[in-house]
């Protein structure tokens, strides 16, 4: 039997050594691998995420604009927004306006398109409803006002708010300054006085009537608090 001769042994010590660098390299790459994809995916997530708040952002600000409020559906140009250009909140000596989205769009992105996401409710009405015929819209005006009323009251009236400091409105007249003191006394929200200032003027409903009750604790109302509260004579609301 031939001996083996030293070329042909076996070298345990480099074969060992080359296993450990084997492996050292593998688990290299596959923690390399590992990382980057994570990288990856947090770079795409950032980018869908800033893609889709961008999409909002723009969706927001076309929706809200007052050509698309006003004049975008021809029924809301020749009723609520002809009513808004003749009201208080268009024509103020001050020049401050109110705008469509001053009112019924709340905050920026998420809560506008939230409201944004509702209004498209108004595309089902206008599917399911011939608005063109006269008196057509006054049938549903009603509950329209209803709907943003009670909205105004679970939300204690922000959208006023936001551009109204109630501490800082001060009545010319004494009826007004007494009316506003009861409000910052007991808590009363905007829209439970004023329910009829923009729009052309609705009869509250019996819900909404039973609403201005319990926020006023009375038993009824009387024939003078009952009218609209669109602000007295020489008094500005806006």
């Not at 296993?19 to 980057?36: D, H, M, N, S, T």
């Not at 559906?73 to 001050?94: A, D, R």
């Not at 306006?97 to 019924?104: L, S």
């Not at 200032?197 to 109302?221: Q, W």
Request: aromatic share 10%; with cysteine; proline share 5%.
């Amino acid at each position: 039997m031939v001996p083996d001769s030293p070329s042909t042994r076996p070298e345990p010590h480099k074969k060992k050594r080359g296993g450990w660098i084997q492996r050292a390299q593998e688990y290299w790459y596959k923690e390399f691998r590992r990382i980057v994809g994570a990288w990856v995916f947090v770079v795409v997530l950032i980018t869908i995420g800033a893609l889709f708040m961008a999409t909002m952002d723009f969706a927001d600000y076309v929706f809200s604009t007052q050509t698309f409020c006003g004049t975008a559906c021809h029924v809301m140009e020749i009723n609520v927004y002809k009513e808004l250009k003749e009201s208080k909140h268009w024509n103020v000596p001050s020049g401050v306006r109110a705008k469509c989205k001053d009112c019924h769009v709340g905050g920026r992105l998420s809560y506008a398109m939230f409201d944004h996401f509702l209004g498209t409710g108004e595309l089902f009405v206008w599917l399911t409803h011939d608005l063109d015929k006269p008196g057509a819209f006054e049938q549903l005006r009603p509950a329209a006002a209803d709907r943003v009323r009670f909205k105004m009251i679970e939300d204690d009236s922000a959208r006023c708010r936001g551009c109204h400091d109630m501490e800082a409105i001060k009545p010319k007249r004494v009826r007004g300054q007494n009316q506003h003191e009861e409000a910052l006394e007991k808590g009363i929200t905007c829209i439970i006085c004023h329910y009829n200032l923009t729009h052309k003027a609705v009869e509250p409903s019996p819900a909404f009537k039973a609403a201005i009750e319990e926020a006023r604790g009375e038993a009824e109302l009387s024939e003078d608090k009952s009218e609209p509260a669109t602000g007295e004579e020489g008094d500005e609301v806006l």
